[in-house]
């Protein structure tokens, strides 16, 4: 296993990554449709929003997997929207560098917390945020109608 490079960028990501990233991107929603979850657009540059921070993970110039945070205008703490490693890189210790990463991208900045969310089905992803010592502090509920 490589160490992962984070690039971070605020006010959208480099064009030449938006490719690769919409790969990711699918993957990311094909994962999470079986939990129930739809995507508003498939169009990446409609989800690029200019007032979010992004980090995107490297793995010998690949982009491999990537976090967009949510920042707060005091930025007191940093939410992980969302937070995705390629399916074939998963299993291999590069979720858990990229939170590292995450963590300190988020510490630099003045952030004194990180959060992150996850549907309760995904006990894989639960696993690695309680073992990197994230603690569950709510939890939502919803009734189909």
């Given at each position: 296993?490589?160490?992962?490079?984070a690039?971070?960028?605020?006010?959208?990501?480099?064009k030449?990554?938006?490719?690769?990233?919409?790969?990711?991107?699918?993957?990311?929603?094909?994962?999470?449709?079986?939990?129930?979850?739809?995507?508003?657009?498939?169009?990446?540059?409609?989800?690029?929003?200019?007032?979010?921070?992004?980090?995107?993970?490297?793995?010998?110039?690949e982009?491999?997997?990537?976090?967009?945070?949510?920042?707060?205008?005091?930025?007191?703490?940093?939410?992980?929207?969302?937070?995705?490693?390629?399916?074939?890189?998963?299993?291999?210790?590069?979720?858990?560098?990229?939170?590292?990463?995450?963590?300190?991208?988020?510490?630099?900045?003045?952030?004194?917390?990180?959060?992150?969310?996850?549907?309760?089905?995904?006990?894989?992803?639960?696993?690695?945020?309680?073992?990197?010592?994230?603690?569950?502090?709510?939890?939502?509920?919803?009734?189909?109608?």
């Amino acid at each position: 296993m490589e160490m992962l490079i984070a690039t971070t960028y605020r006010r959208g990501v480099g064009k030449q990554y938006l490719e690769e990233i919409s790969a990711l991107r699918r993957e990311f929603y094909d994962f999470h449709a079986q939990y129930g979850m739809v995507p508003d657009s498939n169009d990446v540059k409609d989800w690029w929003r200019a007032d979010d921070v992004y980090q995107l993970f490297l793995e010998n110039g690949e982009v491999i997997g990537y976090i967009r945070f949510q920042v707060p205008e005091k930025r007191e703490y940093y939410y992980i929207h969302t937070f995705v490693i390629a399916e074939r890189m998963r299993g291999k210790g590069y979720g858990r560098q990229a939170l590292a990463l995450a963590r300190d991208y988020a510490k630099k900045q003045g952030a004194a917390e990180l959060a992150i969310g996850s549907e309760y089905a995904n006990k894989r992803a639960w696993g690695l945020y309680q073992s990197f010592g994230f603690h569950i502090e709510y939890v939502g509920v919803k009734k189909d109608l």
